[in-house]
C-alpha cells in the first residue's frame, strides 16, 4: 500500500498492473512491443548515462543522435556489453541512484568474490513483482484458493523473501518466511512449521527441497504424505524437467521452475500455468550472443536461437543494466502456440559449467537430464570426472530410494553415457552430504560436480566451506 502515499508511484503501479495484465491476456501484437522497447531502451541510455558514474564513461561517445538512430543491429555494434566484473570492479558506481534512494538493501552472496551492492527503489519492485503476479495468479488458481506459502530464502540480505512475499500478498496469499539453514529457525522447526501451518506452496531452491526431505525421512515422516503441500515453486538453481518431476513426486506436488533470475539482473523470465518459463518483454530487451565472439547469434530454422542470455532493462530504478553479459547459456524459442510474443526461455547452465567430455561440449541441462531421465525417484546426485587411459570416465553417486533402483538405473546410464559421450561410467548408491545444497550460493557446478582431471578451483572450495558448516549442525 506504499504507493497510496505517493501519487507519481501510484501511477507509476496502476500503469504497469494495467500493462502487464494487456500483455499477459495476449493484446499485444510484436509490433506494439517493439515499439515499448525501443523507447524504453533509449530512455534506459539516456537515464544511465546521466545517472550512473560507470555508464557516464562507458556510454560517453554514444550522442542523442546516435540513440536515437538505433536498431538491433546498430545497438549491438555501438554499445558494449557490461560484465560481471563490471560489477564486481565498480560497485557502487554502478548505480544510477544513491542507495538512500532505495527502498531496500541487497547484495550477492559473495562466497566466490566481493559481493555487489543491488539496491532497489520502489520502481523496480513495481515493475519486477507486477509481472510474476500477473503469472503467479493462474499458477496458484489451478492449485486451490487461500493458500498457505512458506518462502525459504538464503539470507536476510537477500530479495527472496521480499519478492515472494510481496507477490503472494498481492495474490491474497498468507505467507510465512524461513531460512532453515539459519541456527535459529533450523530444519527440525522448518518442518514443524509446514504441518503445523498446513502449508501448501513452497518457495526455495531445488537443493531445499532435497534437504527438507532428507530430514523429514530421518525425523519419520513421508514427504508425500506427510506434508500437505501442492505446489512447489523453484528457484536460484539450474532445474531441468526431469528435476521437477522427480522432486514434484517426492513431495507429492507440483513442480515449477517459477522464475528464471538473479540478484543483479532481477527478473528475466517467469513461470507461466503450463510450465514453460516465458521471457518478460515488457521490463526486458532481450540478445542471444555466441559466448566465444560476443556476436549476436541468428535464429535457426524453428526461430531458435542458442546461446549466452545479455540482458537491457527497459524500466529506470536503482541499478539498470545495458547489455549485460549474464554468463548463462539459454535457448529462446517462439512460443508459437498461443500468439504471445513472450518468448519461452530454457536456462541451460552457465557459460563457465559447460565441461568437455571426450571432445563433447556439455552443458549443465545436458548432463542433468541424462542422469535424472533415467533414474526415476531420485532424490540426489553428484558426479565426478576423471580421466583413464586416454578416456574421460563418470562416477555418479545417487539417493535413490533402494539400492534395488540404483542397479536399476545402472545398465541405462552406462549405456546413455556410452552413447552421447564415449564415459565409461559407474554408479554408486549412497547417502549425499550438503555439498548438493550449495547450488544456490555457489553454482551448480560446484555443488554436482567434482572434476578429477583439473585442480581444485575456488568454487569448488567456497561450496566445500559452506558444505562442512552445514554438516556440522
Known amino acids: 500500500m506504499f504507493t497510496i502515499f505517493d501519487d507519481e508511484l501510484d501511477a507509476l503501479a496502476r500503469r504497469t498492473v494495467a500493462r502487464q495484465r494487456e500483455f499477459h491476456a495476449g493484446s499485444w501484437d510484436g509490433e506494439r512491443l517493439s515499439a515499448h522497447q525501443w523507447e ?14 560507470f555508464y557516464a564513461e562507458r556510454l560517453a561517445d554514444l550522442t542523442e543522435a546516435g540513440i536515437e538512430g538505433l536498431d538491433a543491429a546498430e545497438f549491438a555494434r555501438a554499445v558494449p556489453f557490461t560484465t560481471k566484473q563490471d560489477l564486481r570492479d565498480q560497485g557502487y558506481d554502478m548505480l544510477s541512484r544513491p542507495v538512500s534512494e532505495s527502498w531496500v538493501f541487497y547484495e550477492t552472496t559473495g562466497t566466490t568474490g566481493p559481493a555487489t551492492p543491488c539496491p532497489r527503489d520502489n520502481t523496480d519492485s513495481i515493475v519486477n513483482n507486477t509481472a510474476l503476479t500477473v503469472a503467479y495468479r493462474d499458477i496458484f488458481e489451478q492449485h486451490g484458493d487461500h493458500h498457505v506459502v512458506a518462502v525459504l530464502g538464503p539470507t536476510e540480505l537477500h530479495s527472496t523473501g521480499d519478492t515472494f512475499g510481496d507477490v503472494c500478498r498481492n495474490l491474497g496469499h498468507t505467507v510465512v518466511k524461513m531460512w532453515p539453514h539459519s541456527p535459529v529457525v533450523g530444519f527440525e522447526r522448518a518442518l514443524h512449521m509446514l504441518r503445523e501451518l498446513r502449508v501448501t ?5 531445488p537443493g531445499m527441497a532435497m534437504s527438507l526431505a532428507k530430514e523429514a525421512r530421518k525425523a519419520g515422516l513421508d514427504p508425500a504424505a506427510d506434508f500437505g503441500l501442492r505446489l512447489l515453486m523453484f528457484v536460484g538453481e539450474l532445474v531441468t524437467p526431469t528435476l521437477l518431476e522427480n522432486l514434484g513426486s517426492l513431495w507429492n506436488a507440483r513442480a515449477y521452475s517459477c522464475m528464471y ?36 547469434v541468428a535464429p535457426d530454422a524453428r526461430r ?17 543494466l545495458v547489455r549485460y553479459r549474464t554468463g548463462d547459456l539459454v535457448r529462446l524459442a517462439p512460443a508459437a502456440d498461443d500468439g504471445s510474443p513472450a518468448q519461452v526461455l530454457t536456462p541451460l547452465g552457465r557459460v563457465r559449467d559447460r565441461i568437455d567430455l571426450n571432445g563433447h561440449t556439455v552443458t549443465a541441462y545436458e548432463l542433468e537430464d541424462l542422469v535424472l531421465s533415467r533414474t526415476p525417484g531420485c532424490r540426489d546426485y553428484h558426479i565426478t570426472i576423471d580421466r583413464e587411459a586416454d578416456t574421460d570416465v563418470l562416477a555418479v553417486d545417487l539417493d535413490m530410494p533402494d539400492a534395488a533402483a540404483a ?42 560436480v567434482r572434476d578429477l582431471r583439473t585442480a581444485s578451483d575456488p568454487e569448488h572450495e567456497a561450496a566445500l566451506a559452506i558444505a562442512r558448516r552445514r554438516d556440522a549442525r
Not at 304 to 320: A, D, F, M, N, S
Request: glycine letters at 6%; hydrophobic letters at 40%; aromatic letters at 6%.
Open 261 to 296: 533470475a538473479s540478484q543483479e539482473s532481477s527478473i528475466i523470465a517467469t513461470a507461466h500455468a503450463d510450465g514453460r518459463l516465458r521471457t518478460v518483454p515488457l521490463n526486458v530487451y532481450y540478445e542471444v550472443v555466441d559466448p566465444a565472439t560476443g556476436q549476436l
Open 407 to 448: 542397479r536399476d538405473a545402472h545398465a541405462s546410464l552406462v549405456a546413455a553415457a556410452a552413447d552421447a559421450w564415449g564415459c565409461p561410467l559407474t554408479v554408486r548408491h549412497t547417502s549425499l552430504g550438503a555439498i548438493t545444497t550449495t547450488g544456490a550460493m555457489v553454482s551448480w557446478k560446484a555443488a554436482r
Open 201 to 205: 506452496a513452497v518457495f526455495c531452491t
Open 40 to 53: 524504453n531502451l533509449r530512455e534506459s541510455l539516456r537515464y544511465v548515462r546521466k545517472r550512473s558514474p
Open 304 to 320: 531458435v536461437r542458442t546461446g549466452e542470455l545479455v540482458i537491457t532493462h527497459l524500466y529506470q530504478g536503482t541499478k539498470p
